[in-house]
């Protein structure tokens, strides 16, 4: 089993950033990848970025590119993803999860709990 513990969401101003940490706990070293999806009110979960724990390669959606990167810190089993230039659309509940590449098609096993962001104009 592999515990995702999300962390760093708040209420933030347009144009803040946030940090988000993911800690992973258990078996980790049975999920190659790591991701970030969100789901905003009323709309379908959406992958947000990936990365590989081995080489740190990322892949990050389009909407995120250019402000949203994503990193890892092995030898603390956490992911982060920061934030930058946020954005009202960025609203939304913030999830990481753990699973296999490859990163432009990302397959989450497991979830965390979820953290929400709230972006104001």
């Known amino acids: 089993q592999v515990q995702l513990v999300e962390s760093g969401g708040g209420l933030v101003q347009a144009g803040d950033s946030l940090r988000l940490s993911c800690a992973a706990s258990g078996r980790t070293f049975i999920s190659p990848a790591m991701g970030w999806f969100r789901r905003a009110p009323g709309k379908e979960r959406e992958f947000v970025a990936a990365i590989f724990w081995s080489g740190g390669s990322t892949y990050s959606a389009d909407s995120v590119k250019g402000r949203f990167t994503i990193s890892r810190d092995n030898a603390k089993n956490t992911v982060y993803l920061q934030m930058n230039n946020l954005k009202p659309e960025d609203t939304a509940v913030y999830y990481c999860?753990?699973?296999?590449?490859?990163?432009?098609?990302?397959?989450?096993?497991?979830w965390g709990q979820g953290t929400q962001v709230t972006v104001s104009s």
């Open positions: 999860a753990r699973g296999l590449g490859p990163l432009e098609r990302f397959t989450a096993h497991s």
